[in-house]
């Protein structure tokens, strides 16, 4: 995998976890290469759950921590933006 695609805001020990469940349960994800056939497991699909694990990981923070409202808000603004980032609804 080429580390200087890592996802906005993954940490190494984020990205290795998710790696490491990847590895235990693949995931098949179609995607057409640009010769026009179709292949299953990219690089996309680890991108995708390190993303996703970053976003439960900060709405756990969000909802449990105590934090001054500058963090609260910048905090909030990551989660917006992961959310945005996996086409899921904003709340």
Do not use: C, N
């Amino acid at each position: 995998m080429d580390k200087r695609r890592i996802p906005e805001g993954v940490s190494p020990d984020q990205l290795k976890e998710v790696l490491a469940h990847l590895v235990e349960k693949p995931v098949k994800v179609s995607l057409r290469k640009p010769d026009g056939t179709w292949s299953f497991w990219t690089e996309r699909a680890v991108g995708t759950e390190a993303r996703r694990t970053t976003l439960r990981e900060a709405e756990t923070r969000y909802r449990h921590e105590l934090m001054d409202d500058v963090e609260r808000m910048l905090l909030w603004d990551r989660i917006l933006r992961l959310r945005r980032a996996l086409g899921l609804a904003q709340a």
